[in-house]
């Protein structure tokens, strides 16, 4: 079966730090993967999405970035963070023969 | 440009009540899919439900149903007999499919946080 792993759960930083957040993806090969946002209380926004290595789309204009090394990793990425950038962060991943989107566990980011 | 609205923000009933989550979109696109979502407290949002825009049919699971109306642009979730453990934030979503790329991206809901109480 597939699994999503995201790390780390949880996250403490600075304003004006670095950020890398992790996301693999087990069982499946050349997975679209996604990375999610939800800012406390509201919805998910859609930040970035990959069909294939190396290859990332924004939706987005933000401090982030994203990229996608390997085929089943996908990292976020950011050089300076902001207050803004404070938030839950998701990865998913769709299923190419359902079309069902699975997520992964989250990482929430405190930024201070 | 896709949207969802669920207008309830937040829901309260009493064990054992039916109740009713609402969800309208906005779409050009005439093949779409709807989801829903379930967030319970530790965050992860669980799969519930996948309709594409062909299927008109209402889906039933246990205490959980759909329905799927077209021409009203609504997709909503009812929960038969709410249990305690059914409390958490239930999202609506509508994808849009890019069929070159063969990805798909989900428009989400605001959510709805629902309470129930015993």
């Known amino acids: 079966s597939q699994t999503i792993h995201q790390w780390p759960a949880t996250l403490v930083q600075p304003v004006g730090s670095p950020l890398s957040l992790e996301c693999t993806v087990e069982?499946?090969?050349?997975?679209?993967l996604y990375w999610y946002r939800q800012a406390a209380g509201r919805g998910l926004q859609l930040l970035f999405y990959?069909?294939?290595?190396?290859?990332i789309s924004s939706e987005v204009p933000q401090n982030l970035s994203a990229s996608r090394p390997q085929d089943r990793q996908f990292i976020l990425s950011s050089k300076k963070l902001l207050l803004s950038d404070s938030g839950f962060y998701l990865c998913?991943?769709?299923?190419?023969?359902?079309?069902?989107?699975?997520f992964g566990p989250g990482t929430r980011l405190t930024v201070t | 440009a896709q949207k969802v609205t669920q207008a309830q923000t937040e829901i309260s009933v009493v064990e054992k009540e039916d109740v009713t989550l609402d969800c309208v979109y906005e779409?050009?696109?005439?093949?779409?899919?709807l989801f829903w979502y379930k967030q319970p407290p530790s965050g992860e949002l669980v799969f519930l439900i996948r309709?594409?825009?062909?299927?008109?049919q209402n889906e039933i699971s246990g205490r959980y149903s759909w329905n799927f109306q077209k021409s009203t642009s609504s997709f909503n979730f009812t929960i038969t007999a709410s249990q305690v453990v059914d409390s958490a934030v239930y999202f609506c979503?509508?994808?849009?499919?890019?069929?070159?790329?063969?990805?798909?991206?989900?428009?989400f809901g605001q959510g709805t946080r629902l309470t129930i109480n015993p």
């Open positions: 069982g499946t090969s050349n997975p679209n």
């Open positions: 309709r594409n825009s062909f299927d008109e």
């Open positions: 990959s069909v294939g290595i190396g290859q």
């Open positions: 979503a509508l994808s849009e499919v890019l069929i070159i790329q063969g990805a798909q991206k989900l428009v």
């Open positions: 779409t050009r696109d005439t093949t779409y899919y």
């Open positions: 998913a991943w769709i299923s190419r023969e359902n079309y069902e989107q699975y």
